[in-house]
């Protein structure tokens, strides 16, 4: 007897909101699949205005509104039987962000949970890792994003320790992490992989997925230390302008990917690792998982 239903995650991060949609197919006596059908991103930055000024603007407020609007069409039109709609950093340092929150739930019809750092890298974690990894090997997760960034020790297949660092894309470009911060991750990093006689790195985020696709490899292969170094001075000699038009970067892209590179490249040199595998997986898939395994709650369409 077969079995499909639609979930849908929403993942309201600092640079970017998206919604994912996906059909989970149940047969008798075979394994669940999971069937990614549409992806959709929306630039709105949040963590341009909050980690500036505190709150987030009139202006994004509106353009979350209307996005929010836009998903909860998408859902119904798509058939979506549950959803769960997390935010995360930039919501979290928002002075007015449960009262945003609370506005698009009356007007939007979209209940928003905010999440802190420990349960995103949780969620997170509930992502088919097992699919990529050796289970006799040690790995450092690193999930960037644009407000936050979750590392989690993976070894023999099991966490071991896991921690969110206040350093993101948009807070380097806005200049808002402070060198203690830096200085806490190193340590944390050091002291959690040192006891290990080899790390190698799985990253996720939208920044990292980019860099892989334009590295060409397959999936499934990593990309190398020195690649990832050649790459980020490579785009350090492109003005913003031109790795618009030149590299052909979406121009929310353009700006956050060096800040981005910048984290991963700096936990591989703390950690040890040589390479750095992108499994192509994150927040939102992991919200997928946890919808449909129970693990956390969700809301019917």
């Not at 860099?211 to 001075?233: A, H, N």
């Amino acid at each position: 007897m077969l079995s499909i239903k639609k979930y849908a995650a929403i993942d309201i991060g600092s640079n970017a909101v998206r919604l994912l949609i996906t059909s989970v197919i149940e047969q008798d006596d075979k394994p669940v699949i999971f069937k990614k059908n549409s992806l959709v991103r929306v630039p709105i930055r949040l963590g341009a205005d909050v980690f500036v000024s505190g709150e987030i603007s009139d202006n994004n407020k509106q353009r979350m509104q209307d996005t929010m609007t836009a998903f909860y069409l998408l859902m119904k039109s798509n058939g979506v039987v549950n959803y769960k709609a997390c935010a995360t950093s930039a919501m979290r340092d928002a002075s007015n962000g449960r009262e945003v929150c609370k506005l698009i739930n009356e007007e939007c019809k979209i209940s928003i949970d905010i999440i802190d750092g420990e349960e995103e890298a949780t969620i997170i974690a509930a992502t088919d890792l097992h699919r990529f990894i050796d289970p006799n090997k040690t790995y450092l997760y690193v999930d960037v994003g644009g407000g936050s960034t979750e590392f989690s020790v993976i070894h023999n297949s099991e966490k071991i320790e896991s921690k969110s660092f206040r350093i993101g894309t948009v807070r380097l470009l806005n200049d808002s992490v402070i060198n203690d911060t830096w200085r806490s991750l190193e340590n944390w990093i050091k002291n959690h992989t040192k006891s290990y006689d080899k790390i190698e790195l799985i990253g996720s985020g939208g920044n990292i997925n980019k860099i892989f696709k334009i590295s060409g490899k397959d999936l499934g292969k990593p990309l190398s230390y020195f690649y990832l170094t050649s790459y980020y001075k490579s785009l350090q000699e492109y003005s913003y302008e031109e790795r618009i038009t030149e590299l052909n970067l979406n121009q929310d892209r353009a700006d956050v990917i060096i800040p981005a590179l910048r984290i991963y490249l700096s936990a591989m040199k703390w950690s040890g690792a040589k390479d750095i595998l992108v499994p192509k997986i994150g927040l939102s898939d992991g919200i997928i998982k946890s919808i449909y395994y129970n693990t956390i709650s969700s809301t019917t369409l």
